[in-house]
Every structure is written in C-alpha cells, then in structure tokens.
C-alpha cells in the first residue's frame, strides 16, 4: 500500500475546499496550509484526514470540516498581537491554526482527556503558545481576559453572556454557533463598549456546549 503523500493532499484541501469557497485571507491560507491535519484525527480514520466533512474524535467530539474550521478563523480577524480564547478544544486542531496567527491562545475543554491529547499533540508539534485548561467552556477564561476573539466550537442556544463580557471592549469578536442542538446559525458578535452587533454568517451544525451558560445534560 502507498504512503499517502499528506503535504500534497492538504495542498487540495487548501484549494478546493477552502480558497474556492471563498476564505480569501492569506495568512488563514498560509496556517491552514502549515498544521498538518492528519496529526489531529484518531489513527482508524486518518486517510479521510482531509474529506470535506467533519469526523468523529473520542467522547462523542468531533474535528470539525476543514471549511468550517477556516471560515470561523477568517471572521474573527486575528493580528498577531491578539489574546484569542477557544471554547472547545477537541483534538486541538483549531487551537493549532490559531497559534498560528495570535499572540496567545486559550483553550477550554470540559473532557480531561481529549485536553490532555490536544496539548500532547500541540507539543509534538511543537507550537508553544497554547494554555489549557479543563472545564465549563460556557464560562470562558475571565483571568485571562479580555480577549481580542473568542471561538465556540459547540453549540450554544444563546450567546453566552460571560462570553460577551470577556471580548475586548474595542471590537472583540466572538464567532459561535447559535441555536438548536440540530442546527444553529454561524454568528459573528462585535463588541464596541457596552454595545454588541451581531452578523449571521452561515447555517452549521455542532455538538452542543454543555455548561452554566450552555446547554445542559448530555444530549438534545
């Protein structure tokens, strides 16, 4: 059997899936291009590393499509001196492209071992500016804030009000996933002192945030 050439299938990926459907920023581009996607997916499913769909990690989680991953990234329009919070660390993939781009990344997930996977993989990796910590994501990080953006990779029925609070009171962002547990909104909600405004981007759909501000139990 083949070794599979995983430099030139994200090369594809980065075209076909992600520069085609409109992600335009270069530096998204160019991060997207640099974490190798595979290092993220459980062993049984690493050929399809780089199908245009999400795919099942441990606990129930998912990693998410390689589109949706890209898109939430571009909307929260990162510099490289912003403090970035991540609701939902997962297989770590998405905390992986915004090291990429940030100064520093927070990352929160309620699941101890898929935190402990995500940060030994990121080590292997060697990306250095990453914390972690295990917990009730809803509530986000409010030692280490404010956050220039904040990320949601699960589900909320509303935006989290501690959330909210915790973006930078100059046009922090929060890109999250709002509505049923079947299918939310993709919503972008900017802050400018004590107003928010909020933009819709696309329909989504994720597992849900469990937590104080989130849902609560373990299933729809």
């Given amino acids: 059997m083949n070794e599979i050439d995983w430099a030139s299938e994200r090369a594809r990926m980065v075209e076909n899936q992600i520069r085609r459907r409109g992600i335009t920023d270069p530096l998204v581009l160019e991060a997207v291009s640099r974490v190798p996607r595979e290092r993220f997916v459980p062993a049984a499913l690493r050929a399809r590393s780089y199908a245009d769909h999400a795919l099942h990690v441990a606990h129930g989680q998912t990693i998410s499509q390689p589109f949706v991953v890209a898109a939430m990234t571009q909307a929260a329009q990162i510099e490289p001196e912003d403090r970035v919070l991540e609701i939902g660390t ?9 090291a990429q781009l940030a100064a520093e990344v927070f990352t929160v997930e309620r699941i101890p071992d898929l935190a402990e996977a995500a940060r030994a993989t990121l ?7 990453v914390s972690f910590r295990t917990g009730d994501g809803s509530l986000g990080w409010p030692e280490a804030a404010p956050f220039q953006a904040i990320l949601v990779t699960a589900g909320a029925p509303e935006p989290p009000p501690s959330l909210l ?5 100059e046009g922090g962002r929060l ?3 709002i509505g049923e547990h079947a299918r939310q909104e993709l919503v972008c909600i900017e802050r400018e002192g004590t107003s928010w405004v909020s933009e819709q981007l696309m329909a989504c759909r994720f597992v849900p945030l469990l937590g104080a501000e989130g849902w609560s139990g373990e299933s729809g």
């Fill in 90 to 98: 997962g297989s770590g993939y998405q905390a992986a492209i915004l």
């Fill in 123 to 129: 080590d292997e990796l060697g990306i250095t500016n």
């Fill in 165 to 169: 609070r915790q973006l930078d009171p």
């Fill in 175 to 177: 890109i999250a996933p």
